[in-house]
């Protein structure tokens, strides 16, 4: 159950995005926001639309128009220091594997990681395989189609568990 104010944050993004986006665009981005909310994610409001789980970065939204460019909409998630590996909790198919693997954001020196709580460029680990000089939002998703939605789901979810996993005390 959302709160009060959470409610009037996705309320308010999901205005913006039906006044910037449409089509497929569109449905994907109320799509996601719906999925989010409903796996336990909370959306706050920073310099983009974030989604948080136990306090933890999982990612943000952007999406834009202008009379030049189509409108866009991307996905940005960082994992922050945690490598992205399997989970007991989650199983995880070879698909999963490459999709998150394809889409590892390179470095590009924009200067969004001296704002974040992980500043890159990062050395990331994913699915076992080891990547330098990684954005501090470690994946990208443009203007995701049907599959890659789905994907960028089950990976929102996996990292839903690790975050979850990394909370638990010793015993």
Known sequence: MLEQNEKAIVTKVENEIRNTL???????????????????MT????????FKYMDEWVCLLVYSKDDINPPMFCIC????????IENENFPVDETLKDFARTNVKRCINCGGCKTSNYP?????????????????????????DDEEMK??????????????????QPT
Request: with cysteine.
């Open 22 to 40: 449409d089509g497929e665009n569109l449905k994907h981005a109320l799509d996601f926001i719906a999925f989010m909310t409903k796996i336990g």
């Open 43 to 50: 959306l706050e409001m920073d310099y983009h639309p974030t």
């Open 77 to 84: 998630s960082w994992p922050g220091e945690l490598d992205v």
């Open 120 to 144: 890159g460029p990062l050395l990331k680990i994913v699915f076992g395989k080891e990547y330098d000089n990684v954005c501090c939002n470690a994946f990208h998703f443009y203007n995701p």
């Open 151 to 168: 994907n960028a789901k089950k990976l929102m979810e996996l990292l839903k568990h690790i975050i979850a996993d990394s909370k638990k």
